[in-house]
């Protein structure tokens, strides 16, 4: 009971703050719409954010991972013997590990190396000014990966090739969705519902991260199902009630991409059959958030003491 609830936090921890991205620009594109839509956003947006995609995709993953089960079959025993599911899932947790895990580590590299940042340490300024080296290092990481993977056995090879295809094809999702929130900000006549839409089909590319970095948590999907839902719900709250409060933590985003690089890492470690115990990634994020939570609060405070 003690290590469910423990992966639990983390699980939903780590969905909050990889998910402060997703949450700053639904607060963004709902300031544009009227009450009514954003209720409609905020109720109905949170059962398809919760029961389509971090609700259906958990079972997606294990059924592909898991070919001695049916889709329905993976439904049905995740509940009622879920145990069963996690036993069945041993003999593929290796390949789920390694895909998960080097779309992770490609999602922490492209942040690291191409994205405008608030700069927490002078790595990352020097880092982002090399960003040309993105592709170097992401190909000498697959390269590697690969290379190692087919000494221990070929289909892990095949899971880094897809992990490494799931992120390119969803990383082009969203550069195209950050493309077309800047044709938001400037066609303010576009109708409330296709901003609504807008927001779902970023809701749904945001997910996957989440989901997938959840599997470094458990092979469980009721706790997968529980701790991503919680998560998702807080961000919603947040997305309207407090949003302006969160965006003032410069550094949050600092520290979900660490998490999720440091999650890609374990996995692909733990694939290669080094071990760690359960409650290493729920310390990893809730100690990171405290690091990046400790600086933000310190650039506040010098602010405001700048600003008397």
Do not use: C
């Not at 390949?95 to 895990?101: A, C, I, N, P, V």
């Amino acid at each position: 009971m003690f290590q469910s609830f423990i992966i639990l936090f983390g699980l939903a921890l780590f969905e909050i703050i990889s998910s402060i991205d997703n949450a700053v620009v639904n607060a963004h594109v709902l300031k544009t719409v009227p009450e009514k839509y954003r209720k409609f956003f905020l109720f109905w947006g949170l059962l398809l954010a919760v029961f389509v995609m971090r609700g259906i995709l958990p079972f997606v993953i294990v059924w592909l991972a898991n070919a001695s089960l049916s889709l329905p079959e993976v439904f049905r025993l995740s509940f009622s013997d879920p145990l069963l599911v996690e036993q069945s899932l041993e003999h593929s947790k290796p390949l789920l590990l390694l895909g998960g895990g080097v779309y992770l580590f490609f999602v922490f590299l492209s942040w690291l190396f191409l994205e405008e940042k608030k700069y927490a340490f002078l790595v990352e300024h020097f880092l982002h000014r090399q960003s040309v080296w993105f592709y170097a290092v992401s190909s000498l990481f697959i390269t590697a990966v690969i290379y190692f993977s087919i000494k221990e056995n070929a289909l892990l090879a095949l899971a880094a090739s897809i992990g490494s295809t799931a992120f390119f094809i969803t990383d082009g999702f969203r550069k195209n969705a950050e493309a077309a929130e800047q044709k938001l900000e400037k066609k303010s006549s576009m109708s409330a519902w296709s901003k609504l839409l807008y927001l779902e089909v970023l809701d749904a590319s945001f997910s996957i991260d989440g989901v997938i970095g959840a599997f470094a948590f458990t092979l469980s999907v009721p706790l997968i199902l529980l701790g991503n839902g919680l998560g998702a719900f807080v961000v919603r709250e947040f997305t309207v009630k407090g949003m302006n409060f969160i965006s003032k933590f410069a550094y949050l985003k600092n520290g979900a991409m660490y998490s999720i690089g440091f999650l890609g890492a374990i996995m692909v470690l733990e694939s290669f059959g080094k071990e760690f115990p359960f409650w290493i990634a729920p310390l990893n994020t809730t100690l990171l958030l405290l690091i990046f939570l400790g600086l933000s609060w310190r650039e506040l405070r010098d602010v405001k003491r700048a600003k008397k």
